[in-house]
């Protein structure tokens, strides 16, 4: 089950992947008790696959189903940060960033592969092998460092990640799109403070 935040969201997965979708009606999800314990139920029975927007509002929406959802059934897939408008819109939106409705059908999709979601026509190879961890982020000065949050920052953008991905929000993003070796073969080769 992918969870988004709006009916339009909805409408252009719908084109794009043969799922069931589940919106939360943006912020109406936090007083919505019956759709919170909605997606605890759906969550432990299939797991759920978070797909918001990159602005602030569609970081709050997922953290606050990181608070109602147990982690162990939850992936997390994040649309890159893109800006422009929609085409049913007026005016941009107040970041000026571009949400899951209006991202090119290609760019959803690799966000669900990034996420580690499966698909019935693909293998999950990423169950079984080894995970990049913190340990790793801290041997490379992605943490722990003076320098590690502008590191984290150019790493974000070389892989077109959001700029709001926090620390462990990147470490899980990575486990999906790539092997720990991949990883560690690509940072030594560029690490992000020469990405630019």
Partial sequence: MIVVEGRYDKNTLRQVVDADILETAGFGIFKDK????????IAEQRGL??????????????????????PEFLKHAYIP?????????????KEGKLGVEGMRPEVLLEALRRAGASFLDEEDKAANRPKIT?????????????DSRSRRASLLKSLDLPERL??????????????????LRRYRADPPDRAE
């Fill in 34 to 41: 019956q759709k919170q314990k909605l997606l605890r139920r």
């Fill in 49 to 70: 696959v978070v797909l918001t927007d990159s602005d602030s509002a569609g970081f709050v929406i997922r953290s606050f189903i990181r608070s109602c959802v147990a």
């Fill in 81 to 93: 940060d893109q800006y422009g408008k929609e085409r049913r819109k007026s005016s941009p939106s």
């Fill in 134 to 146: 913190k340990a790793d982020f801290y041997a490379l000065g992605l943490s722990g460092r003076k």
């Fill in 166 to 183: 926090t620390s462990d929000g990147l470490l899980e993003i990575l486990n999906g799109l790539m092997s720990r070796e991949d990883f």
